[in-house]
T-cell receptor, first 112, second 115 residues
């Protein structure tokens, strides 16, 4: 079954702790993306990667970090420097950056 | 940066009614995507429009992009409870710019369909 998986679906962390969100795809897509969604707002791009071992900052990269060591994996770390980390995080992938994006089910992060 | 404005922000209709959601850009669009989202879930790709005047349909949903490529509409005919959710438009940069697949999204339209 091809698709994008994100884990876990719900994540709770204490303030000041770093946390890593998982995103895996078996669609053989080159491009992968991380978005953040807050209530009443659309999606905002955090980081994106056009190809393995390369990634670029999106519109709201401060307080986040990523890696792209494997084609199928694009983990996102929410660091303690992120001022307001509680949000719904969505990962997406596309065959190339010029195709439609396919989204994972999302991870809801709550920082207590 | 490009901004996308969706209207209305929310919509409540009776089953069987037609409805339209609009997405307006401040700049000429390179590509316009429509997605649907159930609350707390990922986005489902609906349609992509690229040419001025283009129109695409899938089942009871029709999306159009105006000739100037600054406004798109999503029309649902004979709405059903299964159409309920959040509809988001996303734009892939603007004409003359460099997009690299970066999508800018509107704030979403929440659709409720009463049986």
């Amino acid at each position: 079954d091809g698709g994008i998986t994100q884990s876990p679906k719900y994540l709770f962390r204490k303030e000041g702790q770093n946390v890593t969100l998982s995103c895996e795809q078996n669609l053989n897509h080159d491009a992968m993306y991380w978005y953040r969604q807050d209530p009443g707002q659309g999606l905002r791009l955090i980081y994106y990667s056009q190809i393995v071992n390369d990634f670029q900052k999106g519109d709201i990269a401060e307080g986040y970090s990523v890696s792209r060591e494997k084609k199928e994996s694009f983990p996102l770390t929410v660091t303690s420097a992120q001022k307001n980390p509680t949000a719904f995080y969505l990962c997406a992938s596309s065959p190339t950056v010029y195709n439609e994006q396919f989204f994972g089910p999302g991870t809801r992060l709550t920082v207590l | 940066s490009q901004e996308l404005e969706q209207s209305p922000q929310s919509l409540i209709v009776q089953e069987g009614k037609n409805l339209t959601i609009n997405c307006t850009s401040s700049k000429t669009l390179y590509g316009l995507y429509w997605y649907k989202q159930k609350y707390g879930e990922g986005l489902i790709f609906l349609m992509m429009l690229q040419k001025g005047g283009e129109e695409k349909s899938h089942e009871k949903i029709t999306a159009k992009l105006d000739e100037k490529k600054q406004q798109s509409s999503l029309h649902i005919t004979a709405s059903q409870p299964s159409h309920a959710g959040i509809y988001l438009c996303g734009a892939e940069g603007y004409a003359g710019g460099t997009s690299y697949g970066k999508l800018t999204f509107g704030q979403g339209t929440i659709l409720t369909v009463h049986p």
